[in-house]
């Protein structure tokens, strides 16, 4: 376990239509609203009452990876880690002013913005049926893997708990993982953002509302290796790529380590279940499509 780290606390996009991502969001994404104002919304899963997706208006983009810092002293040692790393960092820790709590920015090897806030303690509620959970984990796609892999491992106290040819699995809690970095030769884009449902049928049901909203499954139903998670991918509003996921696997101390040796399936399949098509062209397009934005150090 990270001692540092408990999760992704916020995934933060941007949208050229945000009335009609905000709409999808809340209406078929199951996500209940935080409030925000004209430019910006904010809504959370059945885990808390905090953001787990803000949208701001503008251009389709990933703004933003925001951690839950494990209280104040995590949050100060992660800012010192990070700062001693070389890395651009706000100056110190405040008070963001969309009143979401205390933490900081920072740029990761790749000029990402990442950002932590102090997670007050609170434990998660029960879970929902039928309802979003949380955002459990991100997918990066990066051109310089190792630097990425020794960012999460050595600065942010990671674990790095599989690796596959294509994929490693980065490790701070009770689930699997909370971040999968691509081995790419390309400029650092989203690969997508997965979000958790409360059990398989939940998951199931998510697929058949999204059909009958208009968004096609673009790869799955299937059940991941790494993580045993059972997954289905959409274009979302604006092409956003998104993971409806369950079934995460939960791990300890004890689980042992798999390289890219240890990893893969038998010809023809793309999952453990061997009942899906392969990814389509078109979720294979927009998981390289959305850069992240720069913005400025808060």
Not at 4 to 19: D, F, H, P, Q
Not at 63 to 78: F, K, P, Q, S, V
Not at 241 to 249: F, M, Y
Request: with cysteine; hydrophobic share 35%.
């Amino acid at each position: 376990m990270n001692p540092l780290i408990s999760g992704i606390r916020t995934a933060e996009i941007g949208a050229n239509n945000l009335a009609l991502v905000s709409r999808f969001y809340e209406t078929v994404w199951t996500l209940r609203p935080l409030g925000g104002s004209a430019t910006v919304a904010h809504f959370a899963g059945t885990i808390g009452d905090y953001p787990v997706l803000t949208v701001v208006a503008g251009s389709t983009t990933v703004r933003r990876i925001i951690w839950n810092a494990r209280g104040m002293d995590a949050l100060e040692e992660l800012h010192g880690r990070i700062r001693a790393a070389g890395l651009p960092v706000s100056a110190s820790a405040r008070a963001f002013d969309d009143g979401h709590g205390i933490g900081f920015d920072s740029r990761d090897p790749e000029g990402r913005t990442i950002s932590f806030i102090a997670h007050d303690g609170t434990p998660p509620r029960p879970t929902v049926r039928d309802k979003i959970t949380k955002v459990t984990h991100f997918n990066l796609n990066s051109g310089n893997y190792d630097a990425m892999r020794a960012y999460m491992r050595d600065t942010l106290g990671f674990r790095v708990i599989d690796e596959t040819k294509t994929n490693g699995f980065f490790n701070c809690d009770v689930d699997h993982h909370a971040l999968v970095i691509g081995r790419v030769p390309m400029r650092p884009t989203l690969n997508h953002i997965a979000f958790e449902m409360p059990d398989l049928d939940s998951n199931m049901r998510m697929c058949g509302t999204m059909r009958e909203a208009g968004y096609p499954i673009e790869w799955g139903v299937g059940r991941h290796g790494p993580g045993d998670n059972v997954f289905a991918y959409f274009a979302g509003p604006e092409e956003m790529p998104i993971e409806s996921t369950a079934e995460v696997l939960p791990v300890d101390e004890t689980y042992a380590y798999r390289g890219p040796e240890e990893w893969g399936f038998p010809p023809g399949r793309t999952d453990q279940w061997g009942v899906t098509d392969a990814p389509s062209l078109r979720i294979k397009r927009i998981q390289s499509q959305f850069p992240f934005v720069e913005l400025p150090l808060r």
